[in-house]
């Protein structure tokens, strides 16, 4: 039996070929970027969604996990930021708002056209707690004996008789039985292994599929065996036909720490959704720093070892590594470092590689102590009664107090839409100095350059852009048919003079086909 020219089995089998590959794939026809709105309220997140992802050509928005989880009231440490890492159930309730607040962000920004992708911790449940510590929620736990009767796990769903450890905790990550069976950090590590613990997992993540997300960022995939996150993936359901097309699948995107060295890779985790790609804002931040030469970005991607673009989801810098975990150390750019920060964000969403997530922060005060950070575990702004403070925003938009916001930073949001306006083409024309002035094109849609040296960028260079004049959207906006910061006039022939004073604020210039006036 044929059909259109193809046996029923080929085409069942392009069928369930396009139903995999869209968990590489976003959901989204507004954007090409995802932001972190890191330890948000669901309110808040529903009107940033309204006022100005939406707007400004945000794809989506990974939220913080929003699973019922441990309160933490220690002596010193008070409702820490990884108290939302150690989940006691899988109900809908957190610091950012209950069940239905969720579901009316989500609600709210699908009407706009901006994605959620919550961030799923599934790997293991909390680490030990006294008896009577509550979650956040009011669900009872007992971690000593593993009791989670809010899902309800017990001691039989976890991996203790499968870890080969002596402590029972992860002791060499040169034994991938470890790093996978082990507890991480002293989390009761669950055994994806049952078809139990599985179904629970599904369950949970089935639901918020039905709300109406568009996929997961999954925790701590590293720590969970391949094949079982096979099982959990492909028993999924597909999207909320009230927001996407039918038969749509939920993207998938997997924190694998791997910067090499290890028998556990990202490579090895590629077949089931995009993967983190760690060494990317690594050895980002290693260049723009001075430790390697922009020149040698002109093939930034695979040539240096990456995972295929395909399958790669890239960041400058993210929750656990501006803290100082999750490798990289001190060559990871963030906003304390804001004019290299804001230089590798238009790189990263001005260069052809992988899919892109940019971090929204708060600010904390650092205690560096031999190299550590001691307040590295300080919550978000919040009241007396630990209540988070909603953000607040001044006249130019930026955000006020201790909320840093860095996607609102006029020279990130502007190339989230270079980013959108450019997508669907590769890099070509470029250029280098030899050293660290660098420039490329987007085909015929885009150009930027980078200034990273102690002496100005003077030079005549090709655009790939029809003749006109543009704004440069780094130093502005176009506002009524004019530039509001700096502005290129392109020849016919596509070339430009290209300026950028080591005196300027920002090291970068980037124009494109929308940008002209």
Partial sequence: MKMKGLSVTAALLLLCVAAANAQWDSNSDNGE?????????????AAECENFLGPKGFAGVQTSPPNEYVVAMQDVVKRPWW???????????????????????VQRCNAVGVRIYPDAVINHMTGGWPSGTPGVGGSSFDSGSEDYPGVPFSGFDFNDGN???????????????????????????????????RSMIMGYMNHLIDIGVAGFRVDACKHMWPGDLDVIFNGLNDLNTNYFPAGSRPMIFQE?????????????????????????GLSLGSAFRGNNKLTYLSNFGEGWGFLPRAYSLVFVDNHDNQRGHGG????????????WYKMATAFTLGWPY?????????????DIQNGHDNNDWIGPPHDSNYNIISPTFGADGACQGDWVCEHRWRQITNMVMFRKVVHGTDSNDWWDNGNNQIAF???????????????DLKQTLQTCLPAGTYCDVISGNVSGGSCTGKSV????????????????DDGVLAIHAQSKV
């Fill in 256 to 280: 694998v720490i791997d910067q090499g060295g290890e028998p556990v890779t990202a490579s090895q985790y590629t077949g089931l959704g995009r993967v983190t790609e760690f060494k990317y």
């Fill in 441 to 455: 094109c987007r085909g015929n849609k885009g150009f930027l350059a980078i200034n990273n040296e102690s002496y």
């Fill in 83 to 105: 108290e939302r890492y150690q989940p006691v159930s899988y109900k809908i309730v957190s610091r950012s708002g209950d069940e239905n607040a969720f579901k009316d962000m």
């Fill in 163 to 197: 870890c080969n450890s002596g402590s029972g905790s992860i002791e060499n990550y040169q034994d991938a039985n470890q790093v996978r069976n082990c507890k991480l950090s002293g989390l009761n590590d669950l055994n994806q292994g049952t078809e139990y613990v």
């Fill in 354 to 366: 992988g899919y892109t997530r940019i971090m929204s922060s708060y600010n904390w005060p650092q």
């Fill in 489 to 504: 006039t392109v020849g016919s022939d596509g070339t430009a003079y290209i300026e950028i004073l080591t005196s300027e």
């Fill in 33 to 45: 970027v995802i932001v972190h709105l890191f330890e948000w309220k669901w309110a808040d997140i």
């Fill in 328 to 339: 990289g150390g001190d060559q990871i750019l963030t906003f304390r470092t804001p004019r």
